[in-house]
């Protein structure tokens, strides 16, 4: 951008017959001029202007104070590439011709300056060196010269360029360059402030790790979205399954790596909608113009089709899966409010029902909510207060009577002193912190019992311990059994983990069996309970090493009178035996069922034919007194032969 030894006199001109000013008129005009430049550019910054329409307000006051210059504004974008600011009198092919230049030792003169950081005056286009590759953009317009200015900031960052073009081989004097250093200095005021409010921005309305849009900005979308009265939003909420066992099995790092991926896959120009992270492992998009729940349903399985794959991180495969819950603006609420909360009881109930896909919210979930809200108070409160307390359910050799083993079961007791089974307070259990404490409880009792039992020269049984998806996935399930057997000093080849088809289906793969791997290793046991009612039973027969069978009671309670059920009993029987398992059938509770379990080869079972669940101190006195004989603490011996 030029500078113009024989540029008219800066200020405004003297009235016709009126004598030229003098130098010091001439700089006292420069000065106020200045000043009052300088003021409004402040003003406008602080007033809270756009950053290009303060460049092109400083570039048109310039151009009035020195005639016959074209100024510029380009700003330096992180990657070193000129970005177009600022040039309203030059031609308009001005802003295509250097936007998304990189800066370089030969880029012009505004290229060239932010290289160097320095200043660079050409004075003829045509011959210069540094304009070889880019004079044909700007000759054809009558631009023959351009002085350049770095703008730098305080931190020594070059952030931009100011610029001096002009139709003539100009030069500049000692009151030109003092208009450039202001105009240069409230650049950098104007683009290091903009800079700071961007990154306030981004930091308020952006996720640090994703980029993604953050709650605050969804907020802000979805009022907008709902308030557009032409078209009907869709909501899909979802988070990601397993997060935290990936934290607390691989690190943070590969959570992170794992968020961070998830929202690399948002922006995939498939994604049904924008994308937001909410927050933690929970993310949102909203899916404009959806006027039906076919589309948004169809939306959700397009969203779980492209984050559903695997990915690696540090030499460590990771899965990849999320649960959706939807809405829509409408039939499921008309207002933010309204629709967040819903899209949260699908989510909620998706997590507990569909893990791994998606669920449309109904009106029903938000009193199933309600009551699982207050059934996960109810017993966190017995949890702390110690009213959850364990009872020992038998399971028998039906042809001899021998006790081989014992399920343990929890119990709550109310205020009044009453009991309640499991199965009603089942909705808590679908709180993971209810699920780790009670697990971690029941644990605790049924290690103190077998220290008892050692203690008191009882024969040595076999005691099941229920485990869920939550105890599973979260990676320390090995190192807790361990601690607590290891601080009653009794042996893990006593214990049975007890794990519902659902719960492995629930949880990943790898997750659960390297878990039950480890615990396999040290002489825990695995049984396979409610077997028949998964959705998958035969491939974890496959998949995971199971020593035990639980024939489900939903079939045993039917065999007599339903020969589908029959059939099926007998096949998971002989399915059983054949992979070297045992097999137990629960839920006994007639004479003829007993009968043709043992006719089919299923000795082995559990029900109140035999003996209801009771607590500790009644199952060791039946073992003391010979009531009930005990078998070795060996599942696979009891099998058909």
Request: some cysteine; aromatic content about 6%.
């Amino acid at each position: 951008m030029g500078c113009f030894p024989d540029a008219a006199p800066v200020g405004p001109a003297p009235a016709a017959g009126e004598p030229p000013l003098k130098s010091p008129a001439r700089h006292a005009a420069s000065f106020e001029a200045l000043l009052r430049l300088q003021n409004e550019i402040l003003e406008a910054v602080a007033s809270g202007r756009m950053l290009g329409d303060v460049a092109a307000l400083l570039c048109r006051r310039v151009e009035a104070l020195v005639p016959g210059v074209l100024a510029s504004v380009l700003t330096v974008d992180a990657e070193g590439r000129l970005q177009h600011l600022a040039c309203p009198s030059l031609p308009a092919e001005f802003e295509t011709a250097f936007n998304g230049l990189a800066i370089g030792p030969a880029v012009g003169s505004c290229g060239t300056a932010a290289h160097h950081a320095r200043e660079v005056e050409v004075v003829d286009i045509a011959t210069d060196p540094l304009w070889a590759a880019y004079r044909d953009a700007v000759l054809p317009h009558g631009i023959v010269s351009c002085w350049s200015t770095p703008i730098i900031a305080r931190d020594g960052r070059v952030v931009g360029t100011f610029a001096f073009y002009s139709r003539q081989r100009r030069g500049s004097d000692d009151q030109q360059r003092q208009i450039v250093r202001a105009c240069v200095h409230l650049c950098a005021i104007a683009i290091e402030h903009d800079q700071i409010w961007s990154r306030n921005h981004r930091l308020a309305y952006y996720d640090v790790l994703t980029g993604l849009p953050n709650r605050s900005h969804f907020l802000e979308a979805l009022r907008t979205a709902v308030a557009d009265a032409g078209t009907r939003t869709g909501m899909l909420l979802f988070d990601i399954d397993g997060l935290k066992a990936i934290n607390d099995t691989l690190g943070h790092d590969a959570g992170d790596a794992l968020i961070s991926e998830l929202a690399r896959r948002l922006g995939d120009a498939r994604v049904p909608g924008r994308a937001f992270r909410l927050g933690g492992d929970e993310f949102a998009v909203l899916v404009a113009d959806c006027p039906s729940n076919r589309r948004l349903a169809s939306a959700a399985q397009r969203l779980l089709r492209l984050v559903g794959a695997r990915f690696v991180t540090d030499g460590q495969t990771v899965p990849m899966h999320i649960t959706v819950g939807g809405v829509l603006q409408g039939e499921d609420g008309d207002d933010p409010d309204a629709l967040r909360q819903n899209a949260d009881f699908a989510l909620e109930k998706a997590k507990h029902t569909r893990r791994g896909g998606f669920l449309k919210f109904r009106e029903e979930f938000r009193e199933e909510s309600g009551g699982r809200a207050k059934s996960v108070r109810t017993v966190s409160n017995a949890l702390r207060e110690g009213r959850i307390i364990p009872y020992f359910q038998p399971v028998f050799d039906l042809r001899t009577g021998i006790v081989t083993g014992v399920e343990s079961l929890a119990r709550m007791m109310l205020p009044d002193g009453s009991l309640v089974q499991a199965k009603d307070f089942q909705q808590a259990l679908t709180d993971p912190r209810i699920t780790y404490d009670l697990t971690g409880l029941m644990l605790n009792e049924i290690t103190a019992e077998l220290r008892r039992w050692r203690d008191q020269g009882l024969p040595p049984l076999l005691f099941g311990l229920n485990v869920s998806t939550g105890d599973l996935e979260r990676g320390d399930l090995e190192a807790r059994v361990v601690r607590a057997f290891s601080r009653y000093d009794v042996p893990l080849d006593h214990l049975v983990l007890e794990v519902t088809e659902k719960a492995m289906m629930d949880g990943d793969d790898a997750i659960v069996a390297s878990t039950i791997g480890g615990l396999r290793k040290r002489g825990v046991h695995l049984a396979l309970d409610d077997f028949g009612t998964g959705y998958a039973s035969l491939t974890h027969l496959k998949s995971f090493p199971v020593d035990v069978i639980k024939i489900d009671r939903s079939f045993v309670s039917v065999m007599l009178d339903d020969p589908a059920s029959a059939v099926i009993v007998d096949t998971m029987i002989d399915i059983g035996h054949r992979l070297g398992m045992a097999v137990i059938a629960e839920g006994v509770e007639t004479r003829e069922q007993a009968d043709r379990l043992i006719a089919v080869g299923c000795p082995l079972a559990q029900g109140y034919l035999m003996a209801r669940p009771g607590p500790a101190d009644v199952l060791r006195q039946k073992v003391a007194s010979g009531a009930w004989k005990v078998a070795p603490p060996h599942p696979r011996n009891h099998q058909k032969k």
